[in-house]
Structures are given as C-alpha cells and as structure tokens.
C-alpha cells in the first residue's frame, strides 16, 4: 500500500510522468518479491535519466530562444547576428552551429558585451569557472594579454570568425584559418557583415595553419 501512495504521489505533485511512475512501481515490486530486482532498478534508472536528458534538451533549447531573441536582427531581408562589437552569420537554423555560438559568445564576446572589455584578473578568474574555454584576455598589472590597435592576431581555427571580427573591432589585423568548406563559408560571411577593410576577419584562409603562408 506504501508503495501504491507513493507511486501516486510521485506521478500527482512530483511530475513524474506515467513511464516513470510504472517503472517505481515495478522496481518496488520486484524488490519486495526478490524477482529479479538488479533487472528492475536499471530499468528504472534508464527511465528517469532518460526524463532528465529531456528536461535538459528543453532547457538549452529555452536558453537558445533567448539569445536568439536579443541578439539577433534582421535588416534588408538579411538576418544576423549583431553583438555591438561585431556581426555574425545567422546560424540559428543548426542546433550544432547554434550551441557552438553559445560557447563562442561566452569565450569571446560576453566581455566586450557586458563588461566592458574589463579583463582584471580577479573578474578572469572568477568567470572561468563557468566558461567553455575561458575568457580571451587577462590582465593583473604585469601582464595585458588582450588585443589593442595594431595587433597582428593568428585565428587558428577561427571557426566563422566571432574572434577575428572581434579583433577587428579593436583595431587588430587578423589572419583567420579555417580548412573545414561550409564553416569557411560562414567566416567569408562574417568578413561581409563586418565590413572589413584592411584589418580583422579581412584575410579569411580555408587551409590549416600549417598549410598556408601568412
């Protein structure tokens, strides 16, 4: 009876969903008659990490939506994206493109967004922790490792050039390689959107590193 209320209760205000609660039931019937109870654990296990990765999904694809949402414009005819700093290509229509454009924004483009290129080490350290690679600049008085005007900036692997547009934004020339075609594509794309003459995403190459002259 223990187990039919709790069953009950899980599925009314714990929002279990009807596999979930049959597969509670049958873990715990199994478990009180000794019928093959590892079997039935797993079962359940599989059931609920399965109910997890769902909620996951609709979670990152709610978080999506937002950024979409603010970030993105349109102007004759011609989606964008636009940071302030710099445009990128619409990638809204790949779900790979557009949890990479997650990553990119926070590595290369929530300081100069939101914080006002403000790359102090304390502020560094302390966004890391939560960051896909981490932020693309450091400071702490000795040392300034972010992009000034002038700067000659290699993008190896620039993917479709959120951080040689970036650069460009500074004043830096940038070389940005990219050997992957459809991505190199999108990286020709960023150079038009940016409008870059004589600096930044202006040098687009779709060779590896290795492969290309400077």
């Known amino acids: ?5 709790n069953t009950m209760f899980g ?8 596999l979930e ?22 079962f359940y296990e599989a059931v609920v990490s399965c109910r997890k990765e769902k909620a996951k999904e609709a979670s990152r694809e709610k978080e999506m939506e937002v950024f979409r949402q603010k970030w993105l414009k ?3 005819g011609e989606s964008y994206f636009d940071f302030g700093v710099c445009k ?13 454009l997650n990553y990119v924004f926070d590595d290369t483009l929530m300081f ?3 914080l006002n290129d403000n790359y102090d080490r304390y502020m560094v350290e302390y966004f890391d922790r939560t960051m896909h690679e981490g932020p693309y600049g450091y400071t702490d008085g000795a040392f300034d490792v972010t992009v000034k005007k ?38 020709c794309k960023t150079q038009m959107l940016n409008n870059v003459n004589g600096g930044g995403a202006n040098s687009p190459r779709p060779k590896r590193l290795g492969s290309c002259r400077v």
């Open 150 to 187: 002038g700067d000659v900036v290699i993008d190896a692997g620039a993917w479709i050039g959120d951080f040689s547009a970036y650069a460009a934004s500074k004043g830096a020339t940038a070389y940005a390689f990219e050997p992957v075609s459809e991505t190199y594509q999108l990286l």
């Open 21 to 42: 609660a049959v597969a509670y039931f049958i873990k715990g019937v199994a478990r009180e008659l000794h019928i093959a109870p590892t079997f039935f654990f797993s």
């Open 11 to 18: 599925l009314r205000h714990k929002g279990w969903t009807h």
């Open 112 to 114: 100069p967004c939101f």
């Open 88 to 100: 990128l290509p619409d990638v809204s229509g790949s779900k790979e493109k557009m949890q990479c």
């Open 1 to 5: 009876m223990k187990l039919y209320h």
């Open 74 to 76: 349109q102007s004759d």
